[in-house]
């Protein structure tokens, strides 16, 4: 009797192997070994360890210059009720280009690399701008279809353009579900092949006529971009942000398995470079005199679409209804880079933050929060 249970067991086991593969879903086992495995229950801010990935190699690593009342003065209250008991693993806040605060929690230093989840597209899409303005791409304008041919023979996909990519507006067949093992997400996340998982998508809307969140549609601006290129995505990143920002760490890039860029996510590096990429913003796209990005392109950035009702921009999200406007890279979890450039202040926050609460035009509610609190330590 136990013999045929086992047997039954084994068919079923058998059965349930052979679906995963036959429908495309054998990611599922890399997503089970990479969490359940490792007693978590989904992805985290740690495991990019656990996947390919290309280095973005520092160069000469220019330091934060120390604030005189670094450290100096603790934190209010509420704010760091706040932070703990949304699993903060690090918190900075830089002033006028100076470090005036940082903490670490559950372990976490500054030589922490954790995953930087969707901030990774606001990266992406500053790249993108520096290959306008290198002329390695021609304009925001430019058809998709003029990268990848194919798409020239759907419609609507026809007409998409790299700037419908850059803001969200792509009109792709994706349901952006983090939670879903059988969806998008966790295809890109956990699979083999991008091109498998985002370069075969379809359309459900005219590009350009909708804003709505897809992680697919930065990863086919990735796509674009790289093509563009003479190398990777990563040694590009390295040559025009890493080493001319002076990041004092090389960061590690999630790939596929066939080497390509998971541009909806996933730049693994520390709360110190973070930072840096926010003052860019601040300083108009340049480190001292040399320009690093065109400012005219950061401003596009960070110019709120009709479409999102003023909440998206390309890349960053924005809120300029709060009473200190601000706008911000935001990766999931609540990973953020928050600029404040009427206080000349970034902050840096990184950590695990489940179910966060989230406005009527889908900004995390903490932000606000965090942004006024700094601005009351100031």
């Not at 954790?114 to 990266?123: D, E, G, Q, Y």
């Not at 001319?244 to 790939?255: D, I, Q, V, Y």
Request: aromatic residues 14%; contains cysteine.
């Amino acid at each position: 009797m136990f013999k045929k249970i086992f047997q039954g067991l084994l068919l079923a086991l058998a059965a349930a192997i052979a679906f995963t593969y036959a429908f495309g879903y054998d990611y599922l086992f890399r997503g089970i070994r990479n969490t359940y495995l490792r007693g978590e229950s989904g992805s985290t801010i740690d495991d990019g360890k656990y996947f390919p990935s290309h280095s973005i190699a520092k160069g000469n690593a220019v330091p934060w210059t120390e604030d005189s009342l670094y450290n100096r003065k603790p934190l209010p209250k509420d704010l760091v009720e706040n932070l703990k008991k949304s699993k903060t693993a690090s918190f900075l806040v830089i002033k006028k280009g100076k470090l005036l605060y940082e903490e670490y929690w559950d372990g976490y230093t500054k030589d922490s690399a954790t995953n930087s989840f969707s901030m990774a597209k606001a990266v992406t899409v500053m790249l993108v701008g520096k290959a306008i303005q290198e002329q390695k791409i021609k304009t925001l304008d430019e058809k998709f279809a003029s990268f990848f041919p194919e798409f020239s023979e759907l419609d609507p996909g026809k007409d998409l353009t790299l700037e419908d990519l850059a803001k969200m507006e792509a009109g792709l067949n994706w349901d952006e579900d983090y939670r879903n093992p059988f969806l998008q997400n966790a295809k890109a996340y956990y699979g083999k092949s991008l091109e498998v998982a985002v370069l075969r998508s379809t359309f459900k809307n005219k590009p350009g006529t909708e804003f709505e969140y897809q992680s697919g549609a930065t990863q086919l601006l990735g796509f674009a971009l790289r093509k563009s290129l003479g190398g990777t995505i990563s040694e590009y990143a390295s040559e025009k942000l890493w080493k001319p920002l002076g990041m004092e760490h090389s960061a590690k890039w999630n790939t596929d398995d066939f080497g390509m860029e998971k541009t909806f996510c996933c730049i693994n590096s520390y709360p110190r470079d973070f930072a840096k990429l926010g003052q860019l913003f601040l300083d108009d796209g340049k480190v001292g005199n040399t320009e690093i990005i065109s400012s005219e392109f950061l401003k596009k950035m960070q110019t709120p679409t009709k479409l999102s009702r003023g909440a998206y921009g390309m890349g960053l999200w924005i809120n300029n209804d709060a009473l200190i406007k601000h706008y911000y890279f935001y990766g999931l979890y609540g990973q953020y880079i928050i600029i404040v450039p009427e206080k000349q202040l970034v902050i840096v926050r990184t950590g695990t933050y489940n179910n966060q609460p989230k406005d009527a035009k889908g900004r995390p509610l903490q932000v606000e929060f965090l942004v006024n609190e700094v601005s009351k330590y100031l």
